[in-house]
């Protein structure tokens, strides 16, 4: 189990070290392993804890922190943070499950499109760069 | 003035999302962020931990308070994800970001189908 723990803890810090959401990959991974949702969502908040301490003032060293306006986000977000943790404490823990599914879901359908819309972007960019570089000089100085 | 609402709003919802799942609200602030404040994709990512760090400190409280923390399994999992972590923040240069992002995307589908099973 010991050994579980930390690979499954491992595979999702390299992805939240890569800035990819490790926790939204760690609940997953934790349910392979007989634990309750409740117990599976405080272990991916707390294990959360030091690498956010550790990223957020290493970011904010290399002044990628911006103050102005974010306390409009972070009143609001931890008084509805309270009211969706204690309402989590008391939902079922198969709903619970559910409903992390959809949101898992919803999030990866979400990035899979974003992506591919970069990579079509890239691989346009790509084709445009080539095709110029192949035009004679008199068509380039023309356009 | 909608852009202070919009920020209100959105706090609203990765608070509520991080709350009740016990994360997942760095992705809503992060993209609200993206687009509500033009923050570059680098600050808007460090920008969001900044919001998070106290959402999930309030949650993990909450969730301590009622009793559903089970410590062994949170310390062995935290030993092996700031030990992934590290590696991850070295692997970020080497691999293109996103490959890695659209393969994450269809590890999330999945994940979340594995959810209902």
Known sequence: ?143 | MWKKSALVLGGVVAGFINGFLGGGGGVVIVSLLLSVLKLDQKKSQATALLVILPLTVVSAVVYVVYGNVDWRTALFTTIGVVAGGIVGALLLKKLDSNVVKMIFAIVLILGGVKMFF
């Open chain 1, 1 to 143: 189990m010991v050994f579980w723990l930390i690979g499954i803890g491992f595979l999702a810090g390299v992805i939240g070290g890569m800035g990819m959401g490790g926790g939204t990959i760690l609940v997953p991974l934790l349910s392979f392993l007989d634990l309750g949702q409740k117990s599976i969502q405080a272990t991916n908040l707390l294990s959360f804890l030091p690498m956010c301490v550790v990223a957020l003032l290493l970011h904010n060293k290399n002044h990628l922190v911006c103050k102005r306006n974010v306390g409009w986000v972070v009143v609001p977000a931890v008084a509805s943070c309270i009211l969706g943790a204690v309402l989590g404490q008391n939902t079922h823990n198969d709903t619970l499950r559910a409903c992390f599914g959809v949101f898992l879901v919803l999030v990866g359908l979400w990035q899979l499109t974003v992506s591919i819309k970069f990579a079509v972007k890239q691989h346009r960019r790509k084709k445009h760069k080539l095709v110029c570089r192949h035009l004679p000089k008199s068509i380039k100085k023309g356009a």
